[in-house]
Nanobody, 126 residues
Framework: QVQLVESGGGLVQGGGSLRLSCAAS????????MGWFRQAPGKEREFVAD????????NYADSVKGRFTISRDNAKNTVDLQMLSLKPEDTAVYYC???????????????????WGQGTQVTVSS
């Protein structure tokens, strides 16, 4: 079965950095675009970033643009999210997700993603 397993979350001070990683198994990785979403307590899940199957196309939420970088390694079936200059408002559970690369629906909408990881907590202290 398909598994997406996130790692790398934790507690960090404001201004610090973290690198999240997502390991995918049970799917043909290059047939999927990959995305990161996050959900803070009491808030809806929101789009953070996504990357095309080849890695040649990336997209970011305005709130993280210039601070976060998404990348993927198709040889290892992994997708990473490098997070710099973290702010307390970045505190959330971060989820990795996979969507079929041919899906033409909005890439920022969570309902377009077929598979999800269990999430990893990121806490940024002020």
């Amino acid at each position: 079965q398909v598994q997406l397993v996130e790692s790398g979350g934790g507690l960090v001070q404001g201004g610090g950095s973290l690198r999240l990683s997502c390991a995918a198994s049970g799917l043909t990785f290059t047939m999927y675009a990959m995305g990161w979403f996050r959900q803070a307590p009491g808030k809806e899940r929101e789009f953070v970033a996504d990357i095309s199957w080849s890695g040649g196309n990336t997209n970011y939420a305005d709130s993280v643009k210039g601070r976060f970088t998404i990348s993927r390694d198709n040889a290892k079936n992994t997708v990473d999210l490098q997070m710099l200059s973290l702010k307390p408002e970045d505190t959330a559970v971060y989820y990795c997700a996979a969507r079929p690369s041919g899906d033409v629906r909005p890439r920022t909408k969570d309902y377009t993603y077929r598979y999800w990881g269990q999430g990893t907590q990121v806490t940024v202290s002020s």
